[in-house]
């Protein structure tokens, strides 16, 4: 539960808040057992060692393991705590900021002292894993080798816009399966995946309609293509 290297000059001495999280609303050991290994709780800490405008300033930026659940974080007596949950760097997750100030009322604010400071952290980015199939069957079954895949947002009913990154993608047919992945999408957005393949003669690709889901931060879905 530890952070990594949070170390704090005199401004910080003295003064600890305990952060507990919650993702999404869930208990964190299961909540991160869904989202890629290696994602953490990154802190930006911005600390101040009185409440002047002249006060000087000490900024710590320490991380936690997303299943920690938790980490004692030193602060000076006033401060300002931003939490981001990042995978590979980019930001997948935000909380509310968190203020430090002696005699703060324990409101999800935390206070000089030794306080714990209660944060949910909301999950913001997704990642999709579309498993492709041919009228059924498996890519190897198929006899298809490779798929050509598109991803679109749909902003709104009938507005495709294709994702940045995710045009025209080449997918291959690899120990028997055929999967599509690809980040940075919105959380409870509506996107689409479409994709041809051709086999023996014979040109396959999913319906006019694509194959439509809402993003989570975990999304797993399977898209079957039809002879055309």
């Known amino acids: 539960m530890l952070l990594a290297s949070a170390f704090c000059t005199s401004a910080c001495s003295g003064y600890d808040v ?5 993702i999404d609303g869930k208990e964190p050991a299961a909540a991160c057992s869904s989202l890629p290994d290696g994602t953490d709780v990154h802190f930006s800490i911005r600390s101040r060692d009185d409440n002047s405008a002249g006060a000087l300033v000490t900024e710590t930026s320490p991380t936690a393991a997303c299943a920690d659940g938790g980490a004692k974080l030193a602060t000076g007596p006033f401060a300002e705590i931003v939490t981001e949950l990042r995978s590979d760097g980019v930001v997948v997750g935000v909380a509310p900021a968190v203020r430090v100030a002696p005699g703060a009322p324990d409101q999800g604010y935390g206070a000089a002292g030794s306080d714990v400071a209660s944060i949910d952290l909301r999950i913001t980015s997704g990642t ?9 069957e498996s890519c190897a079954d198929a006899g298809v080798d490779s798929f050509t895949v598109t991803l679109f947002a749909i902003p709104e009913p009938r507005t495709l816009v294709p994702v940045d990154g995710a045009v025209d993608i080449e997918v291959a047919c690899t120990d028997g399966a055929a999967v599509f992945s690809h980040g940075g999408l919105n959380v409870g957005g509506q996107y689409m995946v479409q994709a041809t393949a051709s086999a023996g003669g014979t040109n396959y690709g999913t319906p006019s309609s694509g194959a439509g889901f809402v993003a989570a931060a975990a999304t797993f879905v399977t898209v079957d293509l039809q002879a055309r």
Do not use: E, R, S
């Open 18 to 22: 305990d952060v507990v999280w919650t």
């Open 128 to 136: 999709v894993d579309a498993t492709l199939t041919v009228v059924g």
